[in-house]
């Protein structure tokens, strides 16, 4: 049974660096045949896609953070990781790692708990 | 980005008794192939979304077939027969047409 995740550091002040991991246990990271990604939901807000990365580390970011994130991936460590620069309150969510099936466009599949960060001083 | 509209935003259910989500695209999700890149999601309290229905009408791996997907281009239904306890949560269609992918709102359902 797949499993994803997610750790990293609960609190970031304002104007540093959010960094995200996500272990993926129980499957292989190497296949063509998925993305991996992030999302995000804000405290009471809909759900909103941050991004994915492909097994080769080829990247698809969210415009409206285009400039601030990076998303890469190591097979070797079963890991994908997200860093999201300059921080402000309005990047205080639940975010979460889950797998995209690429052939049959089967949607994310498997996600993480999610990972509570908090933007504050 | 393609913007999604949920309709309605609660919907209190009676199990046993029959719910209908809809969620329109602000654009069709209809792809040159002939699939609809249209998704549902569960939410349950305290979990991760857990996908329901991919292309338009595709229950996902071990979802029960009491959920239906239906639709086409800006327009996409969700029905759940007979409404069990442990169909409460939010739900949130979401398109996978373009890239940002984008969700709804959700709809939160629960029992009256």
């Known amino acids: 049974q797949l499993q994803l995740q997610e750790s990293g550091p609960g609190l970031v002040k304002p104007s540093e660096t959010l960094s995200l991991t996500c272990t993926v246990s129980?499957?292989?990271?190497?296949?063509?045949?998925?993305?991996w990604g992030w999302i995000r939901q804000p405290p009471g807000k809909r759900l909103e896609w941050i991004g994915t990365?492909?097994?080769?580390?080829?990247?698809y970011y969210n415009p409206s953070l285009n400039s601030r994130i990076t998303i890469s991936i190591d097979t070797s460590k079963r890991q994908f990781s997200l860093k999201l620069k300059s921080v402000t309150a309005a990047d205080t969510a639940v975010y979460y790692c889950?797998?995209?099936?690429?052939?049959?466009?089967?949607?994310?599949?498997?996600w993480g708990q999610g990972t509570l960060v908090t933007a504050s001083p | 980005d393609i913007v999604m509209t949920q309709s309605p935003l609660s919907l209190p259910v009676t199990p046993g008794e029959p719910a209908s989500i809809s969620c329109r695209s602000s654009?069709?999700?209809?792809?040159?192939?002939?699939?609809?890149?249209f998704e549902w999601y569960l939410q349950k309290p305290g979990q991760a979304p857990q996908l329901l229905i991919y292309?338009?009408?595709n229950r996902a791996s071990g979802v029960p077939d009491r959920f239906i997907g239906s639709g086409s281009g800006t327009d996409f239904t969700l029905i759940i027969n007979r409404v069990e306890a442990e169909d409460v949560g939010v739900y949130y269609c979401?398109?996978?047409?373009?890239?940002?992918?984008?969700f709804g709102p959700g709809t939160r359902v629960d029992l009256k």
């Open positions: 889950a797998r995209r099936v690429v052939r049959g466009a089967i949607g994310f599949d498997y």
């Open positions: 129980g499957g292989s990271m190497s296949s063509t045949n998925y993305y």
């Open positions: 990365v492909y097994y080769n580390g080829r990247t």
């Open positions: 654009q069709s999700l209809l792809h040159s192939n002939g699939y609809n890149y």
């Open positions: 292309l338009g009408s």
């Open positions: 979401m398109q996978a047409l373009e890239t940002p992918n984008t």
